[in-house]
């Protein structure tokens, strides 16, 4: 935990409902954020999987970048296809360092007349300021401070919020438009972290309070916090910025190349001329020495972030990064990075937790399927 105390913490505009609902209130990105409701981190990870969870995520930074050439301006910071990226259809993007390390992960969704770009709350200032200083003279960069962000999430998610608006239904996986929920005008995408249908609605702060409650009012929505936030998005085998992937881990070693499209790479029409495009099309090419995998344990025994991985000789082969036991499956699972060799599925390796080794498998992502509605 950082050295914030509650009185430097900020708010989020629906802090006052999370304390009204019962919430413990934890330190997180700067924010005093809820990690679980009365019911506990099990009960609403179970209820995402089966029904509806809403997540306050407003400590996100949101941002809209402005202006005639503001695709190529952003491409020139992330190895991903903006330039091409259609109307109303969502990205997922990573600025990178010179030495192919990520500096955060985000999401871009072109819309009429600008690109909305979705950043982490612990990274957003500085990602801002990047923005700024290297695109800020070729388009407009517009911090969205009054705009709260929540996320629906879940298999009911898109029965619950159609009651509110039923054209929300139209959207698919990665698409978004705007849309009127309970007479608020909202910006809504079709995505989310959980590995489940759901949505993240862009919503002015000042309605954020009405909204959520008009959508906790539907039968299948729950409260869900951070804790479960956080067991959802690692069975999803999905990425948390600041442990599984920072400034000293590159896509490649990150197993994230699926985010880098074929017209960026080596050879294609728009290669590189992003920072750190010579390290990962380097790594592209010959591969890495590392790479982030899934590992799964029959044992019982959890294993946490910074746990050692070793190999069958006691050789150290890799750390965890992200650790949890799986409330879908039963067992303990893990994102890890372990040396290229031993990255194989189905490769035995051990973690060791408290001087004893854990037996782990390497094992496919996601450790629970995905549920995304591709239409």
Known sequence: ??????????????????????????????????????????????????????????????????????????????????????????????????????????????RENDLFVVVNAACKTQDIAHMQQHIGSRCTVQPLPDQA??????????????????????????????????????????????????????VPANKAEQLARALLAQPEVKPIGLGARDTLRLEAGLCLYGHDIDTTTTPVEGSITWAIQKVRRAGGARAGGYPGASVIDGQLANGAARKRVGLISTERMPVREGAKVVNADGQEIGVVTSGSPSPSLGQPIALAYVATPQAAVGTPVFAIVRDKRVAMTVTTLPFVPNRYYRG
């Open 1 to 110: 935990m950082s050295a914030d105390t509650p009185d430097t913490l900020l708010k989020t505009p629906l802090h006052a409902l999370h304390i009204e609902l019962g919430a413990k209130m934890v330190p997180f990105g700067g924010y005093d954020m809820p990690v679980q409701y009365a019911t506990g981190i099990l009960t609403e990870h179970k209820h995402t999987r089966a029904a509806a969870g809403l997540f306050d995520v407003s400590h996100m930074g949101q941002v809209l970048l402005k202006g005639e050439g503001a695709d190529a301006a952003l491409e020139s910071l992330v190895p991903v296809d903006i330039v091409d990226l259609p109307q109303f259809k969502q990205r997922y993007a990573l600025f990178t360092n010179e030495q192919g390390g990520i500096l955060d992960d985000l999401m871009v969704t072109r």
């Open 149 to 202: 962000l929540l996320a629906l999430q879940g298999p009911q998610a898109v029965t619950a919020l159609a009651r509110l608006n039923a054209d929300v239904q139209k959207l698919t996986f990665m698409t978004g438009g705007h849309f009127v929920l309970d007479g608020i005008d909202c910006f809504l995408t079709r995505s989310g972290y959980t590995g489940e249908d759901g949505f993240e609605i862009s």
